[in-house]
Structures are given as structure tokens and as C-alpha cells.
């Protein structure tokens, strides 16, 4: 199953020795593209020294963790009403069997979580962290996009814009990083692990995008024999780099001298050797790995501040299903590769990361004819952290009756996602002056209380 299969729906449902080194230039090391890291951050204005991060230092700010499912996950699913009847209604086949019990998940049911919501069965993994008080969800969330277009959506929401007449074209991450500046950034203080870095954060001055640490080292290009004589090693060329960046205090020499000790402590370290901790087993997936990494970086402290990861395939127009089908695989991978995560950082670890899922919109009410769903309005959005108030839904909840329903068919956005975003950074990112710089739209409504200060 392609994971980005939601790309291919338009959105209205249709689917060596000293003496032989060369001696290395600035100029050549930039037009050779020696260094493929060094060379992406030569632009980048807000890099300084590296002075890794610890625990307890400078801001005290939490590390964000942004999962975007891309395609449009069906909250309705994800968080299933199942104490109101229009549900069972609408979802003759898809709606998904009510709890068993108080606190206690059963196999193939929804597990409780209020008395009204149910968290789906294949996100069982997660539900120890609402019952401590470190999840929580909000249901009936979205922006004022109306387009149901995937691509429309998205870019509304990784924008920060409350539709597609925001004001800034740049990404809410993007103005969150430039409007609140760390003291000792790295090359690491925002990572995308994707192919393409995602629009959240376009504009940032320093962001790396890479699929996969392992790409984070130094491109060498093929030595010429016949000139030097001898291989260039990538010992020599760490000597010569070193020599090249050691010295100076202009923009450039700073950047290659920061991304040099960042690939110093990476190859010392090795990601691929990384042991999670506290029993953790990450599944093999995509998202599972790219977490893991996330785990690494943090312990590193390498001055992670913001990882970006997405998750594709959620467009389930056709053979959706309920406890098991092709949405339960998906939510499968979301749970066990978050519980992972948690696990693996410990309660303690928790206690200053922030994790954000979300996705642009939700589906229809109604099941189609495919035993699927199609674009729709409202979804759900999950907040996890030791700085969450959790173990409650959050939200006011519109109802799925025809005369509630947005064009008779759609759950309402009531609840605008921006204020869920600025209440986070405010109280848990050190950007509580600066809302209206990262938000400039305005009229965030507010805060719903989900986050400790």
C-alpha cells in the first residue's frame, strides 16, 4: 500500500597521508560541493558555535514532536462517538463496536474515554498515557478551509492560516523558529525527516530535511588520481575541513565549524547502534524509525527543538473498515510507533516533549457505498506530553444530526486548530509574546486549557 496515496486524489473525492592531501580551499570546498551539509546551511544567518543542549538548560522549552497524517484521517474513527445513536446511523458497517467496560480496552471495541468518545482498538498502545493524565484528544478541529482539496488543506494548516487567504506564506514552524531564537542553535534545531521539507516549516533560517540520519555526513566527491596521487580518506578531508572552518567568526565559518561538530558526535554515537530504552520496540516502519531517531537526537542533546514527521495513506475512499481493515493498519503503525516513543523516553523523558498529530481535514459522516468515506470537515487532533492536561476529550462537540451538520453532511469545525497551536507555544514553547508574529491572522479564539504552563 503506497503511504502517499492521498497525492493521487484532487480532492472532491475522486480518486590518507598528510603529504599527499590536497590542500583545501573555501572556494573549492563550495563549488566542489564537498560537503553537502556544510554547503546547505552556508546561507543560514541565526547559526552560531555549537553548545549542545542539556537537561535543565537555557529555556526550559519542550521539545515539539508534529506528526501530520497526510490524507485526511477520519476522526470519527479515530475518536468515535459512540454515545451518540446518528453515529451507529451514518456507520451501519464501519461504526466500531462500543467499549466493553469502564477502563478497560477489549480486543476488536472501542476503548472508553468519557463515557460519550471511544478511541479505536488499533490505538490501544496509546491509551495508558490518557489513563495517566498524559493524552488527551480534541474532537470536531480543523481550520476554515472549505475547499475539501487535500493540497488546499494542508497548505492552510502547515501555514498557520485560519484559510487560504493567510495573510504569510511562510510556516507557522518556520515563524515560531525565527520569532523565538534559541541561544546556542545547532544544524539540528529543526528536522524534517522527509524527502522534501514540509511547508510548516518553510521560511525557517535553519532547517534540516533528510529522510534519514544516516544522510546526515559528508559527500565526498571521487579524488582525481592522477592530480593528488593518493585516495582522499574521509579522515583527511575531516583534518582539512577542520582546518578550513577552525578559525573565524563571519556567518560562513561559523555554520561549517557547527555542522562539523554535529557530524563529529553523529559518527561517535552512530544512530543505526541506537538501543531504545525501558524495553521500547519500535515497529519497522517508516514512522517507526523516524521516532526512534527523534529518541536519539534527544538524548544526544544535540538541540533538537522540532522534528517533523508525516504519514501518509489516509484518503480511505473504498474498504475503509473499522477494528480491522486497511484504517486499523494505519492506526496500528501511529499507535504502537507513539507508544514506543513515549516508552522509550520514560515518564521523566516525557516530561518536557510535546507531541502534536494532526491531519487537514476529516471524512463524511456518512459511509459511502465503497464501504469507505470521503473528504469531509472536522477531524480530531491528539496531544501527548508530560505537560498536557490530559485524560479528557477537548472541544465543544456540534452532533452528527442533519440539522447540525455542515452542508447536512459533515461533522463542523468548532474548534479552530490555531488556538490549540498557540496555547502550546505559549505555555510549553517560550513563545507567549509572540503569537501574534507566528499567527498573524489573528482572531485565534481561546485557549482551551490542554496545556499545563
Not at 345 to 364: A, P
Not at 397 to 409: A, C, F, I, Q, Y
Amino acid at each position: 500500500m503506497k503511504e502517499n496515496l492521498w497525492s493521487f486524489c484532487d480532492g472532491d473525492g475522486n480518486v590518507s597521508g598528510a603529504a599527499s592531501r590536497p590542500i583545501l580551499t573555501r572556494r573549492q570546498a563550495i563549488q566542489g560541493g564537498l560537503v553537502t551539509v556544510i554547503s546547505s546551511y552556508l546561507g543560514a544567518s541565526s547559526l552560531t558555535e555549537v553548545a549542545f543542549a542539556s537537561p535543565g538548560s537555557e529555556s526550559e522549552r519542550d521539545l515539539l514532536v508534529v506528526l501530520f497524517l497526510r490524507g485526511a484521517a477520519d476522526g470519527l474513527s479515530i475518536v468515535a462517538p459512540y454515545g451518540e445513536d446518528d453515529y451507529y446511523r451514518l456507520r451501519p458497517t464501519l461504526g466500531l463496536a462500543k467499549p466493553a467496560g469502564k477502563k478497560q480496552p477489549a480486543a476488536g471495541r472501542l476503548s472508553d474515554l468519557n463515557g460519550f468518545f471511544g478511541l479505536h482498538p488499533a490505538l490501544d498502545g496509546l491509551y495508558p498515557y490518557y489513563e495517566q493524565g498524559m493524552m488527551a484528544a480534541v474532537h470536531a478541529v480543523g481550520s476554515f478551509d472549505r475547499s475539501r482539496s487535500h493540497f488546499e488543506a494542508m497548505m492552510t494548516m502547515e501555514r498557520g492560516a485560519p484559510d487560504q487567504k493567510g495573510k504569510d506564506p511562510s510556516g507557522w514552524l518556520a515563524r515560531f523558529l525565527n520569532a523565538v531564537p534559541t541561544a546556542n542553535p545547532t544544524p539540528l534545531r529543526a528536522v524534517a525527516f522527509n524527502t522534501v521539507t514540509p511547508d510548516s516549516l518553510r521560511g525557517a533560517t535553519a532547517v534540516t530535511t533528510i529522510p534519514s540520519l544516516n544522510d546526515y555526513r559528508l559527500d565526498l566527491p571521487k579524488p582525481d588520481m592522477k592530480k593528488h596521487g593518493a585516495t582522499v580518506g574521509t579522515k583527511a578531508i575531516n583534518t582539512a575541513l577542520t582546518a578550513l572552518y577552525g578559525k573565524g567568526d563571519d556567518e560562513v565559518t561559523r555554520s561549517g565549524r557547527a555542522t562539523l561538530t554535529v557530524l563529529e558526535t553523529l559518527r561517535r554515537s552512530d544512530p543505526a547502534s541506537y538501543k531504545p530504552a525501558n524495553g521500547a520496540k519500535y515497529p519497522e516502519t517508516g514512522l517507526g524509525s523516524g521516532l526512534r531517531q527523534v529518541a536519539f537526537l534527544r538524548r544526544q542533546n544535540l538541540g533538537l527543538e522540532v522534528a517533523c514527521l508525516d504519514r501518509g495513506g489516509w484518503d480511505t475512499h473504498v474498504g475503509q473498515g473499522g477494528a480491522v481493515g486497511w484504517l486499523a493498519l494505519q492506526l496500528k503503525d501511529v499507535g504502537d510507533s507513539l507508544a514506543a516513543f513515549a516508552k522509550d523516553l520514560g515518564n521523566d523523558g516525557l516530561k518536557r516533549v510535546t507531541i502534536v498529530v494532526m491531519t487537514e481535514f476529516g471524512r463524511r459522516a456518512r459511509e459511502n457505498s465503497g464501504l469507505g468515506t470521503d473528504h469531509g470537515r472536522a477531524s480530531a487532533m491528539f496531544l501527548l506530553g508530560g505537560g498536557v492536561h490530559g485524560g479528557k476529550v477537548y472541544g465543544k462537540w456540534p452532533g452528527l444530526k442533519s440539522e447540525n451538520m455542515e452542508d447536512g453532511m459533515d461533522l463542523k469545525v468548532a474548534t479552530d486548530y490555531r488556538c490549540i497551536l498557540a496555547e502550546m507555544i505559549a505555555k510549553r514553547l517560550g513563545g507567549g509574546n509572540k503569537i501574534a508574529a507566528i499567527f498573524p491572522d489573528g482572531n485565534i479564539p481561546p485557549p482551551l486549557g490542554i496545556f499545563k504552563g
